[in-house]
């Protein structure tokens, strides 16, 4: 399984933009790609999610109407539009790939946990300062 790649983070100032990139060319037709967080002293969590086979999404309750999370067939690229940023979205952005078949049903169960889903990679820093 290849690895997925983070890429696009930086610094930005409360209320701005960033979006980040997630090279997963080992995804499948039927996988979910998962972006997911860890602010420092803090347990990793889930942000969002989309069903490769269909592009159904699902957002963390904190993100939604702020975030989106598309994906780009032709370069196997996901990504993780971000806009207004507050101070609490300053975190290491995390993509990983799940093979679990309803793997978009289970993210809107259990608010995407990160159980079944690999390939965690180095992470991309977003700090968002006022």
């Known amino acids: 399984q290849v690895q997925p790649v983070e890429s696009g983070g930086g610094s930005v100032q409360v209320g701005g933009s960033l979006t980040l990139s997630c090279a997963a060319p080992?995804?499948?037709?039927?996988?979910?790609v998962g972006w997911f967080r860890q602010a420092p002293g803090k347990e990793r969590e889930g942000v969002a999610a989309?069903?490769?086979?269909?592009?159904?999404?699902y957002y963390v309750d904190s993100v939604k109407g702020r975030f989106t999370i598309s994906q780009d067939d032709a370069k196997n690229f996901v990504y993780l539009q971000m806009n207004n940023l507050t101070s609490e979205d300053t975190a290491t952005y995390y993509c990983?790939?799940?093979?679990?078949?309803?793997?978009?049903?289970?993210?809107?169960?259990?608010?995407?946990?990160?159980?079944?889903?690999?390939?965690w990679g180095q992470g991309t820093q977003v700090t968002v300062s006022s």
């Open positions: 990983a790939i799940s093979r679990r078949i309803g793997c978009i049903v289970v993210a809107s169960i259990s608010q995407l946990v990160e159980d079944g889903y690999t390939g």
């Open positions: 080992g995804r499948g037709y039927n996988d979910c």
């Open positions: 989309i069903y490769t086979g269909g592009g159904t999404t």
